[in-house]
C-alpha cells in the first residue's frame, strides 16, 4: 500500500485521525509497535518503532504527511524526557528527508497557570516538570527545518478515550451510577476536547500549507464545570445522576511526597481546581472548523461505552 498519509500511535488520537482519512477514501499507514489499531481495508498496519531511524525511511515511503501521535510509557516527567524528545527527532528529520510536513497533538501544558481563558496569542514557555517538557517540544519543533504543525486541545473526551478525566474515569462510573469522584474542584469551568474534533483539525491543517509552522487550537466546545458534565453524561445515558465527590489538591499533593505517581497527577491539579477554559475561536476562523457540540459528542461517546463495555 502506498500512503500519503502515516499515522504513528494508535491511542484515541492516532485511531481516530487514521479511521477518518480511511474512511474518506484515503490509505494510511499505522506504524506502532505492536502492530495494533484499527481494522480498515484502507489502514496498514506495520510494526515500527519510530524512535529508531534504521526503521523510518522504509516506513515513510511515499507519505506526504506524517501524524506523529505516540505518547510516553508513563505518566512522568522522567519518561517524558528519556522517551518524547528523541523520537521527535527521529520522526522530523525521517519527513524531511522525504519532504512531509508532520503534524502533532498538543496538550496546554506549555501555557502553565494562566489567569483568564487560553488564547493562541498567550507565550507558551512553562517549565516546570512535564509542562516544560513540552515547551521543550515546541522549541525543538520551531528549530528543525521539517514544517511542523501543532495543533493543542484540553482534556479529551469521545469514542476510545481511555485513560482521561473524561473517559474511563467518568463515563463507566456514572453508566454502573457508582460514586464520581473527581480530581479538583467540581464548580470551576473546565474545556473539554472531543477527540474526533482534534483528529479532523490536524487532517485539515496537515492540508493546508498556509498553516504549517503553526500552533493552533482544536475547535472546542464552551466550557463547563465537572458537575454539569458528569450531569450531562447521565442525561445522555438516561441514568441517575450519581453521587459526586471531589479529591482536593493539597491532599493529592500531600501523598504525592511519598507516592511519585501521585505526585505526577498533583503537578498539573491546577487545571481542575481553577478555571481552566480554552479559547479555540481564531484557530477555528483558520481551519474553518467548529467543535461538535457537546450533547452529540457526548451520545457518541456513551454509545461507545456501551459497546465496547464499561
Known amino acids: 500500500m502506498t500512503a500519503a498519509h502515516v499515522v504513528t500511535g494508535a491511542g484515541p488520537v492516532g485511531s481516530t485521525i487514521a479511521l477518518q482519512l480511511a474512511e474518506s477514501g484515503q490509505e494510511v499507514r499505522l506504524l506502532t509497535r505492536s502492530g495494533s489499531g484499527p481494522e480498515h481495508a484502507l489502514i496498514e498496519r506495520r510494526r515500527v518503532d519510530v524512535s529508531r531511524p534504521d526503521q523510518l525511511d522504509a516506513a ?140 479532523a483539525a490536524m487532517i485539515r491543517a496537515a492540508a493546508t500549507p498556509e498553516l504549517w509552522n503553526s500552533f493552533l487550537h482544536a475547535p472546542t466546545a464552551p466550557a463547563i464545570t465537572q458537575r454539569q458534565l458528569i450531569e450531562r453524561v447521565a442525561a445522555t445515558a438516561g441514568v441517575p445522576v450519581p453521587r459526586m465527590s471531589s479529591i482536593p489538591i493539597w491532599a493529592m499533593k500531600t501523598i504525592g511526597v511519598v507516592s511519585r505517581s501521585m505526585k505526577e497527577l498533583a503537578e498539573t491539579g491546577y487545571m481542575f481546581d481553577q478555571p481552566f477554559v480554552l479559547d479555540s475561536r481564531a484557530s477555528e476562523q483558520r481551519l474553518g472548523l467548529g467543535p461538535t457540540p457537546l450533547d452529540t459528542g457526548l451520545r457518541e461517546s456513551v454509545a461507545w461505552w456501551r459497546e465496547n463495555g464499561s
Open 60 to 199: 515513510f515511503d511515499g507519505a506526504s504527511v506524517i501524524h506523529h501521535c505516540i505518547h510516553g510509557s508513563a505518566y512522568d516527567v522522567r519518561a517524558w524526557r528519556a522517551e518524547l524528545p528523541a523520537a521527535e527527532q527521529v520522526v522530523l528529520a525521517g519527513a524531511g528527508r522525504i519532504g512531509a510536513v508532520v503534524v502533532f497533538p498538543e496538550s496546554l501544558y506549555s501555557y502553565g497557570p494562566v489567569d483568564g481563558p487560553m488564547t493562541v496569542d498567550l507565550p507558551r514557555v512553562a517549565t516546570r516538570g512535564k509542562l516544560g517538557v513540552r515547551t521543550d517540544l515546541l522549541a525543538q519543533r520551531a528549530a528543525s527545518t521539517t514544517p511542523t504543525i501543532s495543533v493543542a486541545a484540553s482534556d479529551f473526551y469521545g469514542p476510545r478515550v481511555l485513560m482521561s478525566h473524561a473517559g474511563e474515569r467518568l463515563i463507566p462510573t456514572v453508566l454502573a451510577g457508582r460514586t464520581m469522584r473527581v480530581v479538583g474542584s467540581l464548580d470551576e469551568p473546565h474545556s473539554f476536547t472531543f477527540v474526533p474534533d482534534l483528529a
